[in-house]
């Protein structure tokens, strides 16, 4: 199409239309994937475990589902104390909807630091940049088997499903009720929209000005 290759010189030549377009296409904000809320506080504790070691070891999982892709910047767990390496894994589902130990995505490893008093804060790593298709998944959580006892705390205003792997339970994992705190952040992938197929038009329709306001001298 002609006045398609003469938006291309155009934009070749205007670097201020160039970024007009580009802004038009580009990524949008930040939006969660997932977000149960903070549970609350209660004077006494209740909620998960999540416990290093080889045998007496405890691993919690919170669901995830995406109609669309997204490139994951942050996930995060709402964690009382703990100290030591925690993984947190982006994992398929199994035959029974329940975390695939077998199809870990993506992972990245933080250093949890044990906090005195009755300190909860969310705790995960960020910057991430993960590619995440639409689908089905699981955010688990799996200690270093020298990881110093953490804890979820559960009611979530707004929870997703949990799932809970123990060593002295067959070390399968299991769906749990707690309704733990759960937080993925995430931006959309860009695709082309009605603003940028404007943005090209009016890029055309510059172009087009701009060689008729100033012919080419021979």
Not at 23 to 41: E, F, K, M, N, R
Not at 80 to 101: E, K
Request: hydrophobic letters at 40%; charged letters at 10%.
């Amino acid at each position: 199409m002609i006045w398609m290759g003469e938006t291309v010189a155009f934009l070749l030549k205007c670097p201020v239309a160039t970024a007009l377009l580009f802004c038009s296409t580009g990524y949008a904000g930040h939006i969660a994937v997932l977000d149960t809320g903070t549970p609350p506080i209660p004077s006494s504790w209740s909620g998960n475990s999540l416990i290093g070691g080889t045998s007496h070891y405890q691993h919690l999982a919170g669901a995830i589902s995406t109609d669309r892709a997204h490139v994951v910047d942050a996930v995060e767990a709402f964690l009382y104390s703990g100290r030591g390496l925690l993984t947190f894994a982006i994992t398929g589902v199994d035959d029974d909807g329940l975390p695939d130990d077998s199809n870990v995505i993506h992972s990245a490893t933080i250093v949890i630091a044990r906090k005195g008093g009755s300190s909860h804060s969310w705790q995960g790593p960020t910057n991430l940049r993960w590619h995440l298709p639409a689908g089905d998944y699981w955010l688990a959580l799996l200690p270093d088997i020298r990881f110093q006892h953490a804890s979820m705390l559960g009611h979530a205003p707004h929870p997703t499903r949990t799932a809970i792997k123990s060593g002295t339970s067959s070390g399968a994992w299991h769906y749990s009720t707690w309704g733990s705190g759960w937080r993925v952040t995430a931006i959309p992938t860009p695709t082309p929209t009605a603003a940028s197929l404007a943005a090209l038009a009016c890029v055309g329709a510059l172009s087009r000005r701009r060689s008729w306001l100033w012919p080419a001298t021979r």
